[in-house]
């Protein structure tokens, strides 16, 4: 069983950066698509980036330009560097992954391994 957790998330003011993880156990070499995905409050679960395993990467339009992923297959880590971080991205953010080779990022319904969540806030 793969288990997912996520740390990095914070509290930082608008213009400022983060850097979250996600650190796949239990059977990680193969997550071969692994994402991010965030859920404000009172707003639906959305996809933000994903990275496939070798290396591959898709971005949401709100953040492409601002967010990157990444991920180190040796220590079984995926990243989400986040720069100009604007009110907008605070939300709870998750990891998520799945068996099968994306070279997308997919809706939230198709990823079947998910982590406890890293809240981000962003003031202004």
């Known amino acids: 069983q793969v288990q997912l957790v996520e740390s990095g998330g914070g509290s930082v003011q608008s213009g400022g950066s983060l850097r979250l993880s996600c650190t796949a156990s239990?059977?990680?070499?193969?997550?071969?698509?692994m994402a991010w995905f965030r859920q404000a409050p009172g707003k639906e679960r959305e996809g933000v980036a994903a990275?496939?395993?070798?290396?591959?990467?898709a971005y949401s339009d709100s953040v492409r330009g601002r967010f990157t992923v990444s991920r180190d297959n040796a220590k079984n880590t995926m990243y989400l560097q986040m720069n100009s971080l604007r009110p907008e991205d605070t939300a709870m953010y998750f990891c998520?992954?799945?068996?099968?080779?994306?070279?997308?990022?997919?809706?939230?319904?198709?990823?079947?391994?998910w982590g406890q969540g890293t809240q981000v806030t962003v003031s202004s």
């Open positions: 239990g059977d990680p070499n193969s997550m071969y698509s």
């Open positions: 990275v496939n395993r070798v290396g591959t990467t």
């Open positions: 998520a992954a799945d068996r099968r080779y994306w070279f997308q990022l997919r809706p939230s319904t198709q990823y079947n391994y």
